[in-house]
């Protein structure tokens, strides 16, 4: 009996263990009282996204103008609604994360040009932005 608890016990403890380094590290550097650019691009009809282009270009474009005022960006890709049977109701949403209001402010004010101009090579939809205080 023992010589078949000890193989499960060991690959228990391997699986916990590869599991420990599946959090990404980044998201260590959010803290509280950071501002938090939530950019979102809600589905519908006749809605486009790249999620490819927005991933690979537009994102690290962003974070490349905004530079060291960017602590830290994240996507979502909309996967189901609240149901599996119920669309998305977001095709993707974008994090940006500050230390501050201000690094936020005076890094976006004088890149939006390059940034807008930027939506329509991956989307056809007006995102709505809501810029937070990430509390916990």
């Given at each position: 009996?023992?010589?078949?608890?000890?193989?499960?016990?060991?690959?228990?403890?391997?699986?916990?263990?590869?599991?420990?380094?599946?959090?990404?590290?980044?998201?260590?550097?959010?803290?509280?009282?950071?501002?938090?650019?939530?950019?979102?691009?809600?589905?519908?009809?006749?809605?486009?996204?790249?999620?490819?282009?927005?991933?690979?270009?537009?994102m690290p474009m962003v974070a490349?103008?905004?530079?060291?005022?960017?602590?830290?960006?994240?996507?979502?890709?909309?996967?189901?609604?609240?149901?599996?049977?119920?669309?998305?109701?977001?095709?993707?949403?974008?994090?940006?994360?500050?230390?501050q209001l201000s690094a936020y402010?005076?890094?976006?004010?004088?890149?939006?040009?390059?940034?807008?101009?930027?939506?329509?090579?991956?989307?056809?939809?007006?995102?709505?932005?809501?810029?937070?205080?990430?509390?916990?």
């Amino acid at each position: 009996m023992k010589n078949k608890i000890l193989p499960l016990i060991l690959c228990a403890v391997l699986f916990f263990a590869s599991c420990q380094g599946t959090q990404p590290e980044e998201t260590s550097k959010i803290k509280k009282g950071m501002t938090k650019v939530t950019i979102l691009y809600p589905n519908g009809d006749g809605k486009t996204f790249d999620m490819d282009y927005y991933s690979n270009k537009h994102m690290p474009m962003v974070a490349n103008v905004l530079g060291d005022s960017l602590k830290l960006f994240t996507i979502d890709k909309g996967i189901s609604g609240r149901t599996p049977d119920e669309p998305i109701p977001y095709l993707a949403i974008g994090y940006l994360y500050f230390d501050q209001l201000s690094a936020y402010q005076n890094s976006f004010g004088p890149n939006a040009e390059k940034i807008v101009g930027d939506i329509p090579n991956y989307t056809n939809i007006q995102p709505v932005v809501q810029i937070s205080e990430v509390y916990e």
